[in-house]
């Protein structure tokens, strides 16, 4: 496996732990010194260090009641891979559903995730991680 496969199924891991709600799994790749980042318009801000990361992912999945961020695409551009996900969840206290697209990007370094930042846009997404149009195509 090379390595951006086996970064991809890492990527595949941290989702498929996100809809378990299973957080020992959701960071198990987390570099110590990993920052993550969610866009403004969705309560957003920047989380720095292992323990910051994992409170903040803590606190978010457990507000759903239940749901799901399905990865629908994969790129892979340099150390980023890129992820165009579906977003399902109804939030605890709310009959209503709440859906939406977001691109994750997470950044490795020596095999561990160093960075994450999600986004509302998929073009800025794919310019902050300096994917080119042939790895979109």
């Not at 960071?27 to 910051?52: H, K, L």
């Amino acid at each position: 496996m090379s390595d951006l496969e086996a970064e991809t199924q890492v990527v595949r891991d941290f989702y498929a732990a996100l809809n378990r709600n299973d957080i020992p799994a959701i960071t198990a790749a987390f570099a110590p010194q990993i920052e993550w980042t969610d866009p403004a318009d969705a309560g957003g801000g920047t989380w720095q260090g292992f323990a910051a990361v994992t409170k903040h992912f803590a606190e978010a999945r457990g507000n759903w009641a239940e749901g799901t961020r399905e990865p629908e695409r994969f790129i892979t551009a340099g150390d980023n891979v890129v992820v165009f996900a579906h977003v399902h969840v109804r939030v605890e206290g709310e009959t209503e559903w709440r859906e939406g697209d977001l691109v994750d990007v997470f950044t490795f370094r020596n095999g561990m995730i160093e960075q994450g930042r999600s986004f509302s846009d998929r073009q800025e997404a794919l310019e902050w991680a300096g994917a080119e149009a042939a790895d979109i195509s």
